[in-house]
């Protein structure tokens, strides 16, 4: 006689380790995958440097293991000691999958799985931050390098690359099209906690970044031009909520940010409430340099009817089409930003237009939480042979 195959309920779950260097990243960003992951019968486990966010982590149903390794840090012997802990939690969580988020993230998560003989491989690129802004001969040789490394011997022929953007896949060598690379709506943003909401009285044109208050963020661009759009007796502010990030060197002074507030420019440090933020404002801005996924600032606000104001660069051309969603200028380029911020406050109905556009974006164009987390639910499902997760 053939044996019968175990019911479901007697099937041991398969394993999922989240790597990410830091809790509130995770927090903010990834729970819904977690849910996900959860619900489909995985165990699953975030491997992350632990300082508020434990509870939030573990209502998913997901077990947090410590893990102490500074993001900024570039010394490859600490990088070495960090893959060698982590690779022994892989081996003691039995991990079959192991879900590596962001560039430091799969670098040291990626040699772990190696160390541990994990070959399931997810690697979530969120943005490739300085090295991808960066066009000079040391950007280049940086993302050649890496290059070699993320399709080299961290990758296995069960590795998927998860981007955010189609430009960073193509800066790695990869093709969008590739069946191993899946382009995803960032982390997603759920369109009913950040729903529409009627927009401000005009004057003036309210315009608001919601951000880490980073110089690669072109926060001073975005300061500039409003200063040069008010010496030309236009009616507008501006709100800069977000905090400076100690453990990123790109990070701007506090006593740079309150200099900054005067005159219709005003820091308020870091908001719990981005929906508040976009019920008062009519505009996002994000000047960025380049670097990014796909920045959740601007998924949140156009997830709230509001137009957006950005840069040229990866991620932020993702989400905006010009003249659609909102406006885009060259990176770094203050009179541009001007310009734009001069049309914008004379065409009311055009901010208002841009907004429903930014709005039906979210719904229609894969960006929700419902939407990436049931792609990246797919990605598993095929790394574990398809079907139920059980062994």
């Avoid at 959860?38 to 509870?55: K, N, Q």
């Avoid at 870091?270 to 920045?295: F, I, K, Y």
């Amino acid at each position: 006689m053939t044996a019968s195959p175990p019911s479901p309920s007697t099937q041991v779950p398969k394993n999922l380790v989240f790597v990410v260097t830091e809790d509130w990243f995770f927090a903010s960003h990834f729970l819904p995958m977690a849910r996900a992951a959860v619900g489909m019968g995985l165990e699953v486990a975030v491997v992350t440097r632990v300082r508020a966010h434990r509870a939030a982590i573990e209502a998913t149903g997901a077990r947090v293991v410590e893990l102490e390794a500074e993001r900024s840090s570039l010394n490859p012997m600490a990088a070495g000691y960090a893959a060698g802990q982590l690779a022994a939690i892989l081996k003691a969580l039995k991990a079959d999958i192991v879900h590596c988020i962001a560039l430091r993230g799969i670098l040291v998560g990626g040699t772990a799985a190696a160390m541990a003989g994990v070959p399931a491989r997810v690697f979530a690129l969120t943005g490739l931050g300085l090295i991808g802004a960066r066009e000079d001969r040391t950007g280049r040789m940086a993302r050649l390098a890496l290059k070699g490394l993320i399709r080299g011997p961290l990758a296995t022929a069960r590795t998927r690359f998860l981007f955010e953007n189609p430009d960073d896949a193509r800066a790695l060598g990869l093709d969008p099209a590739d069946t191993a690379v899946t382009i995803v709506g960032g982390a997603g943003v759920d369109p009913e906690a950040f729903a529409p909401t009627p927009l401000p009285e005009t004057p003036p044109l309210r315009l608001a970044v919601v951000s880490r208050m980073l110089w690669s963020k072109g926060i001073d661009t975005a300061v500039e031009a409003v200063r040069r759009a008010q010496a030309k007796g236009l009616p507008l502010t501006l709100d800069l909520y977000g905090a400076p990030d100690p453990s990123n060197r790109r990070a701007i002074p506090e006593a740079t940010l309150r200099e900054w507030s005067r005159d219709g420019v005003a820091w308020h440090g870091s908001t719990s409430d981005p929906a508040r933020v976009w019920a008062g404002h009519h505009v996002a801005c994000l000047a960025s340099r380049g670097g990014e996924g796909l920045p959740r600032s601007l998924l949140e606000a156009a997830a709230c009817g509001r137009a957006i104001l950005t840069t040229d660069v990866p991620g932020c051309r993702a989400l905006v089409r010009d003249g659609i969603e909102g406006l885009i200028v060259p990176p770094g380029d203050a009179a541009a930003l001007t310009d734009a911020i001069a049309r914008l406050c004379g065409e009311p109905g055009l901010v208002a237009g841009m907004g429903a556009a930014a709005r039906e974006r979210i719904l229609a164009g894969g960006y929700t939480e419902a939407a990436v987390a049931e792609t990246v639910a797919g990605l598993y499902r095929e790394l574990l042979g398809g079907g139920h997760p059980g062994r």
